[in-house]
């Protein structure tokens, strides 16, 4: 069974710093990737997703993420927050070669970025 | 740009009712899928859909049943709803499997 893991409730930042939000996967295949992000009263949105090729995907609204398949990993990053990246983050996983293929979600990590 | 269209932002509904929350994307994707978001627990997929009347168990598919007769619309049923059906439902869909999905707003039942 594929899962996905967000180890952190919420990450605390300062405005400027460098944020990092934390997702791990579980697939049997191979896994297509994806991070959104959810703002208050609002549906969710996509920021960026990993399918093949380079390891470091680059978003929307300056975010990136490192696809690492040795540590099954594929943490959110982005340079400098903003206040206005406080948020929801949601991680997703795919595996191409599970019957279904469905889309597994992780249980989600509220971004505080405090000015 | 890819609208997804929940048919009501909130609901309230008694225990033991039929409740229908209805569905409906305008790009002509092949997939859409159920989900419902409770804190702390993200967001568990209810059901999903890869064509038109096919459909296929999630990972909490009890106590719901769904609904595709056409391409664009993708129904959602609590056949008797219960307190603990409580939560927001959120729909998607996606063009293929390796590309993103398109969410509703999102409808938060309230069952009493």
């Known amino acids: 069974a594929q899962s996905v893991a967000q180890p952190e409730d919420q990450v605390n930042v300062a405005e400027g710093n460098p944020l990092t939000v934390k997702c791990t996967y579980s697939v049997s295949g191979n896994p297509y990737l994806f991070w959104y992000v959810q703002y208050p009263n609002r549906g969710l949105q996509f920021l960026l997703k990993?399918?093949?090729?380079?390891?470091l995907v680059k978003g929307s609204y300056g975010f990136e993420a490192e696809f690492n398949k040795s540590q099954t990993s594929f943490h959110l990053k982005k340079p400098s927050a903003l206040v206005s990246d406080s948020a929801l983050y949601f991680c997703a996983v795919r595996d191409i070669k599970a019957a279904g293929n469905k889309l597994t979600f992780g249980g989600g990590t509220r971004v505080l970025v405090k000015p | 740009d890819v609208k997804v269209t929940q048919s009501s932002r909130y609901l309230v509904k008694r225990t033991g009712e039929k409740v229908f929350l209805e569905c409906v994307q305008d790009m002509d994707h092949e997939n859409m899928f159920w989900y419902r978001q409770d804190p702390g627990l993200g967001l568990r997929l209810i059901y999903f859909s890869y064509d038109v009347k096919m459909k296929e168990k999630g990972d909490i598919p009890e106590g719901y049943s769904v609904s595709r007769e056409k391409k664009e619309r993708f129904s959602l049923i609590l056949e008797s709803a219960s307190t603990n059906q409580t939560s927001m439902y959120l729909c998607?869909?996606?063009?293929?499997?390796?590309?993103?999905?398109?969410f509703g707003q999102g409808t938060r039942l309230t069952v009493v």
């Open positions: 998607a869909s996606s063009f293929q499997w390796n590309t993103e999905a398109f």
């Open positions: 990993y399918i093949t090729g380079d390891n």
